[in-house]
């Protein structure tokens, strides 16, 4: 499965040495996008294994209870004219973002379906676990100059499983967060509330709460070059409509945006927001985003639906664009260096009542502008992976900042 105008390979991806003096004993993986140009790597298309929903109260259902139903305006040659503003702050129950979730939702599902997969549990011993999210933040590292991020890696049983660990750096954003970033935070969630339906066929109920603890989620398999993988994200909502029925064709991918008004201003949105769009639905097989553009009032004044496979068009003859080749190699190398790292599992680790796997001995990453690399002992525990007692673990760090000395964060 391939973006339209890549060309697909199997060759091995040669990675050069970084620049940037590290410690013998630090194995690294540089992260500069020349290095992964080549032809786009084997990733299988994405199959839906099955899905489940968590509910106002964050709780966890193996159903598809919280699926909503894409349902958009009457197209009337009039924009929208939703109020993303509507019901801020009073109908809004953000979910508690101190409450570190790790991979709890999707162990406690391949728990209860561990039997049932294809190729039974010993497919499951070669493959890697891994939240949607994670992998969107592998594939737009390359390109990402500003955000880091660190994930703890932990195998048990023969399964890799990567689970993220926000930083000091992200926590500090976090708690510092602006009253316009959060508002503009709510405005997403409330599009969504304007444009989905809980029925087919139904209208949607903007006037109610929107509650960003309820989520419905989509569990994938597929396979990037030798790497099998088992993945769960978010879904917004189903097409009644779509030319097919089968998840995960059938999902739909909802954004926001400001308003665009020059040549420049779509440039950058082609070049930085549309490749984590690309990333985000191209990963699970979603094939359309549909967008809301706002104006500074924060009414939606147009829609505009941007084909997953056609994102790339956008900024094919960009000098400064990105490249879908680069992105998918880099996560491959990415994956085999973190198999290549935890190559052991902990004897200690153990499946303990409750639902959720104790993933001891990890490896935590943090990416850099230049280099992914481990450095020192540390200590891994609920908050990295799951529930569980803490363990030792290696980590892995580095400077957020192009150029600059590796600091531990």
Not at 269 to 287: D, E, I, N
Not at 298 to 314: A, I
């Given at each position: 499965m391939e973006p339209r105008g890549t060309k697909r390979g199997a060759g091995k991806i040669e990675v050069a040495e970084p620049r940037n003096k590290l410690p013998r004993s630090a194995p690294s993986l540089p992260t500069d996008p020349a290095l992964y140009s080549g032809p786009f790597p084997f990733y299988r298309r994405p199959s839906e294994l099955g899905c489940f929903s968590l509910d106002a109260q964050r709780q966890y259902h193996g159903d598809a209870?919280?699926?909503?139903?894409?349902?958009?305006?009457?197209?009337?040659?009039?924009?929208?004219?939703?109020?993303?503003?509507?019901?801020?702050?009073?109908?809004?129950?953000?979910?508690?973002?101190?409450?570190?979730?790790?991979?709890?939702?999707?162990?406690?599902?391949?728990?209860?379906?561990?039997?049932?997969?294809?190729?039974?549990?010993?497919?499951?011993?070669?493959?890697?676990?891994?939240?949607?999210?994670?992998?969107?933040?592998?594939?737009?590292?390359?390109?990402?100059?500003?955000?880091?991020?660190?994930?703890?890696a932990s195998r048990f049983q023969g399964t890799l499983y990567l689970s993220e660990v926000e930083t000091p750096a992200a926590r500090v954003q976090r708690l510092a967060r602006p009253p316009l970033l959060r508002e503009l935070m709510y405005m997403g969630y409330k599009f969504e509330q304007y444009m989905c339906a809980d029925k087919p066929g139904g209208s949607p109920d903007p006037s109610g709460e929107v509650n960003t603890n309820v989520a419905f989620c989509s569990v994938l398999r597929s396979r990037l070059g030798n790497h099998p993988l088992l993945f769960s994200g978010e879904v917004d909502c189903r097409d009644p409509q779509a030319p097919s029925t089968q998840?995960?064709?059938?999902?739909?991918?909802?954004?926001?945006?400001?308003?665009?008004?020059?040549?420049?201003?779509?440039?950058?949105?082609?070049?930085?927001?549309?490749?984590?769009?690309?990333?985000?639905?191209?990963?699970?097989?979603?094939?359309?985003?549909?967008?809301?553009?706002?104006?500074?009032?924060?009414?939606?004044?147009?829609?505009?639906?941007?084909?997953?496979?056609?994102?790339?068009?956008?900024?094919?003859?960009?000098?400064?664009?990105?490249?879908?080749?680069?992105?998918?190699?880099f996560c491959a190398a990415f994956l085999s260096f973190a198999q290549n790292t935890v190559v052991q599992d902990d004897p200690r680790e153990q499946v303990p009542e409750g639902g959720a796997v104790v993933l001891a001995h990890g490896v935590k990453h943090h990416r850099s502008g230049r280099h992914i690399y481990t450095h020192g002992e540390g200590l891994c525990g609920k908050q990295d992976l799951g529930q569980g007692k803490r363990g030792s673990a290696k980590r892995l760090y580095a400077d957020t900042r192009p150029g600059q000395p590796h600091l531990t964060l």
């Open positions: 209870r919280a699926l909503r139903y894409y349902s958009p305006p009457p197209t009337n040659g009039q924009g929208p004219n939703f109020d993303l503003r509507d019901g801020y702050p009073d109908r809004y129950q953000p979910r508690d973002e101190e409450l570190q979730e790790g991979l709890d939702h999707l162990l406690r599902w391949l728990l209860e379906h561990r039997g049932q997969l294809e190729g039974g549990p010993g497919w499951l011993a070669g493959a890697i676990v891994t939240w949607r999210g994670h992998l969107t933040k592998l594939l737009t590292t390359p390109y990402e100059r500003q955000d880091g991020w660190q994930l703890a998840p995960p064709t059938c999902y739909v991918e909802l954004k926001t945006s400001k308003e665009m008004h020059s040549p420049g201003q779509w440039r950058s949105f082609y070049r930085h927001k549309l490749l984590k769009w690309w990333a985000q639905s191209f990963l699970p097989g979603v094939p359309n985003v549909v967008a809301g553009f706002r104006n500074p009032e924060g009414f939606v004044c147009s829609l505009k639906t941007f084909p997953t496979m056609e994102m790339f068009e956008h900024v094919r003859n960009d000098r400064d664009g990105w490249n879908p080749s680069v992105c998918m190699n």
